[in-house]
Structure formats: structure tokens, C-alpha cells
């Protein structure tokens, strides 16, 4: 597992880059939120396992009650322009809104969003 400290305006950020493996449950998240050193991961769209994305399967919802009972945030980078799923990109929006979770295409623009 590669952790790199990043340092921002709003604190430090814990980005993660993986081996090559996702992020498929809950519990491998976990894993993750106890080997970072900052109350804020950063990850690529490409680490999390597609099911995240499939909000019918509640892997995204376990992982974000994980963030929450624990007073972490996240940041997914990727492309999320073109979402085809309403559900999804209703879950973006208000995640955004509320700048713990946030789903952005830099960093840059999600440090702007934190809160």
C-alpha cells in the first residue's frame, strides 16, 4: 500500500495509489483508513472496484458510514461528466454539496470544496 502526504491550505491529504489491487469491500477500505496519517484520502476513480459505483450494491453507502463514524473525509478523482445513472450523479451532487465526500477532477478543485 503507497500512502503519499500531500499538504494543502485545508490540512494534509492522504493519497492513496494502489498495487495494482481495488478497493472491493468495506473492510479493505478500513484497512486503508488505519494506515493513513491525515483525516482525508485521496484516491483515483480506478481504485475502487466498480461495484462502488453501482449504488444498488451498498458498498458505496458501508464505506461512507466507515468516513463518517471515524470523522474522515474522501476524494475520488476521475471524469464525472458524462454519468448515465441519475442515481449516481444525484449521490455526486449532494456529496459535493456537503464537501466531506467529494468527487472532483483534481485535487486542486476538491481542496477548494473541502469543509
Do not use: Q, W
Request: hydrophobic share 40%; net charge negative; with cysteine.
Amino acid at each position: 500500500m503507497h500512502l503519499e502526504t500531500i499538504h494543502t491550505a485545508k490540512g494534509d491529504l492522504s493519497y492513496y495509489r494502489p498495487d495494482g489491487d481495488v478497493i472491493a469491500t468495506p473492510a479493505e477500505f478500513l484497512d486503508l483508513m488505519a494506515n493513513c496519517s491525515t483525516d482525508t484520502i485521496v484516491l483515483d476513480k480506478a481504485a475502487l472496484h466498480a461495484d462502488f459505483f453501482a449504488l444498488r450494491t451498498g458498498l458505496a453507502g458501508e464505506i461512507l458510514l466507515k468516513l463518517s463514524n471515524y470523522r474522515m473525509r474522501l476524494i475520488v478523482l476521475g471524469d464525472y461528466e458524462n454519468i448515465e445513472s441519475r442515481s449516481l450523479r444525484d449521490f455526486i451532487y449532494e456529496s459535493n454539496r456537503t464537501g466531506n465526500v467529494l468527487f472532483t477532477k483534481t485535487i486542486e478543485d476538491a481542496v477548494r470544496l473541502l469543509r
